[in-house]
């Protein structure tokens, strides 16, 4: 990219900025816009995109407490009263970030433990950017066995009954953000990795239950992913198949994950994640739902459902890492927008 179109870019971004600032009073509701001569209307669903209300901590089933990190560019954040609608899962790290040593300058705050960091950074552009970091050499004594539990560092969000979006009401559901591995090395010796067991994996899921109470399959559901990055394949291939055994390790249910060329090309604009470089992810998850129930209902899950009995119940995106590594992911320009037909 030239310096102009950059440049260019980044009074493109400033000027939305500033647009977005003089509205900030509307970021803790989801917006919902029509355009009066499409019949079309849009809703965004992600609560609180920029952060300000921060962050429950979680490990497992345990809350650990509320990260509250302020937010660079902006003059205050959210009140200390405020309810988070995100939340970080630590799963199985020995370190808590509500505990972290807290490091607030103008264009960038982070919590830090030996095993994670957790960083919010407005760019040279205005924008502002999520860095989940982990360091697993500091979480693991040796290398992880086989059937051992493994360190994930994720950006929650659940989506509360009432205000969930039924598949069978929109024309389209889109995902979209960018993203880049800002860092990542293996820290085994040769001999000690076994890529069975061991890898660094960035992954985005969302969990789509049936909220029909008078269904057979009420609250069951599948997992519908895109995995960014993993670094035993430059390109991966698609993956479906049930999550575990619950009795263990796993939910029980189907993973459907999207993975080839094909979804590089199509839905990351090209840009292959595992170059480093930043990704545009852009995905309308309406588009792929019924052949997600379809696989599911092959496997005996949800083999009671329709499509229009299905809603989006739960987002997370970031690191599982089984394997000793330092890794580093950037995220910004979060978006979940959902679009409906007037009736």
């Not at 429950?56 to 902006?74: A, Q, T, Y």
């Not at 609608?85 to 370190?95: F, M």
């Not at 696989?295 to 995106?317: C, D, M, P, W």
Request: one cysteine or more; aromatic letters at 10%.
């Amino acid at each position: 990219m030239s310096n102009s179109s950059l440049t260019n870019r980044c009074w493109l971004v400033l000027v939305a900025l500033v647009g977005a600032l003089l509205s900030r009073a509307f970021w803790s509701v989801p917006v919902v816009a029509t355009d009066p001569g499409s019949g079309v209307v849009a809703k965004d669903l992600f609560e609180d995109p920029n952060f300000e209300n921060g962050f429950f901590v979680s490990d497992g089933s345990k809350e650990l407490g509320i990260l509250r990190l302020p937010v660079p560019g902006l003059e205050s954040s959210g009140s200390e009263s405020a309810k988070p609608s995100w939340r970080l899962a630590q799963h199985n790290s020995r370190y808590d970030l509500t505990k972290g040593e807290i490091v607030a300058q103008r264009n960038r705050s982070s919590s830090t433990t030996p095993g994670q960091r957790v960083a919010l950074e407005r760019n040279d552009c205005g924008e502002l950017v999520l860095f989940l970091e982990a360091s697993t050499d500091k979480e693991y004594s040796s290398p992880r066995k086989n059937g051992e539990p493994w360190v994930h560092l994720l950006l929650v969000q659940d989506f509360p009954v009432d205000k969930r979006v039924s598949f069978g009401d929109v024309d389209s559901l889109i995902f979209s953000c960018d993203a880049r591995v800002a860092d990542w090395e293996r820290l085994m010796k040769d001999d000690e990795f076994d890529p069975s067991v061991h890898a660094t994996q960035a992954s985005v899921y969302f969990a789509i239950s049936n909220d029909n109470p008078e269904s057979p399959d009420f609250r069951d559901y599948a997992w519908f992913g895109i995995s960014f990055f993993d670094d035993r394949w430059e390109v991966q291939s698609q993956y479906v198949e049930l999550d575990g055994d619950p009795r263990s390790i796993g939910t029980g249910k189907l993973i459907y994950r999207l993975g080839e060329q094909k979804t590089i090309d199509d839905l990351m604009g090209g840009v292959n994640p595992y170059s480093k470089e930043w990704t545009h992810i852009e995905i309308d998850l309406a588009r792929y739902v019924g052949a997600m129930l379809s696989a599911a209902q092959e496997r005996g899950i949800l083999t009671r459902s329709s499509v229009s009995e299905l809603k989006l119940s739960h987002f997370n995106y970031g690191w599982e890492i089984p394997g000793t590594y330092r890794a580093s992911l950037a995220i910004k320009n979060l978006c979940l927008k959902a679009t409906f037909k007037e009736e």
